[in-house]
């Protein structure tokens, strides 16, 4: 398969307009891939927690408009990042401040994912919010279901930016067939050494692909990781971008993940989290 990680600049200087077109555009460029890949809430931008409510849409909205017509035209499967969603009972209504609160059937950091005719036919709402009380963990409602998207070269497991630190979430993939782990984020670059750590780590200790696609530049006064990486089963980074705007794109085998779990059978021997512990 061929990847492509485009690695957006988001920043405080382009509307969400400007962009959303923009990346369109990008998204076309990659035909004769097989997958691209965006990164977190790369509309707003992942700190910019005040245009949440102002710029949240539903699934059906302008982004996915703009990212279907985007993967038809260039004939490839799409994981157009995540958006700020309002859930469909709340289409008309927010907060004196914008935003919806978690009491009020709230926002959601929802990933979309479409086939190469333009369909969408997967949305997964981040189970992980990150903020510490603050933020994301209060503005947005979390998710409740892992999400696997097959594709006719391997399955897909879909998971968030902070969700990257909870490697029961990337087990409980493995357990509904995942092989390859695509995870958009919106990473600070404070914290860009964990970033690279953690995409090994969900790849050696799952025996998986991780597609890993960040944003670049600074929105909200945060200075973004960039750094997408692509690391394959046995922990090797194939291929790793820079700090600032770039497409990544990466070839690999996803055979190699079937060949690596005979290989080395690790999976097979484990005890804890299943329901009947092997004896």
């Not at 695509?182 to 780590?201: D, F, K, M, N, Y």
């Not at 089963?233 to 690596?260: H, M, N, Q």
């Amino acid at each position: 398969m061929r990847a492509s990680l485009l690695q957006i600049d988001v920043n405080d200087d382009e509307s969400v307009a400007a962009r959303r077109r923009r990346v369109a555009d990008l998204v076309r460029d990659q035909a004769g891939v097989d997958l691209v890949v965006l990164p977190e809430l790369w509309t707003t931008g992942a700190f910019a927690y005040e245009e949440f409510g102002a710029q949240a849409e539903p699934l059906d909205g302008p982004t996915h408009e703009a990212m279907s017509k985007a993967a038809s035209d260039a004939g490839v499967w799409l994981h157009a990042g995540s958006i700020p969603e309002r859930a469909a009972s709340e289409a008309g209504s927010s907060s004196a401040s914008g935003s919806a609160s978690t009491s009020e059937a709230p926002l959601y950091n929802t990933s979309l994912v479409y086939s190469p005719a333009g369909e969408l036919v997967a949305a997964y709402r981040k189970i992980h919010r990150f903020g510490f009380d603050q933020g994301e963990a209060v503005l947005m409602g979390a998710g409740t279901e892992l999400v696997t998207v097959r594709l006719p070269e391997t399955v897909l497991g879909v998971a968030t930016c902070y969700d990257l630190r909870f490697p029961e979430l990337f087990r409980g993939l493995v357990d509904a067939g995942a092989q390859t782990f695509v995870l958009p984020a919106g990473w600070p670059e404070r914290r860009r050494s964990h970033w690279t750590l953690l995409a090994q780590a969900r790849a050696v200790e799952n025996q998986a692909y991780v597609l890993a696609c960040g944003t670049a530049g600074t929105h909200a006064g945060v200075p973004q990781a960039g750094h997408s990486i692509v690391v394959d089963p046995w922990g090797e980074v194939l291929a790793e971008a820079g700090s600032d705007e770039e497409i990544l794109t990466v070839d690999f085998d996803p055979a190699k993940v079937a060949t690596t779990r005979e290989q080395f059978p690790a999976l097979k021997d484990r005890l804890l989290g299943l329901e009947t512990p092997r004896r």
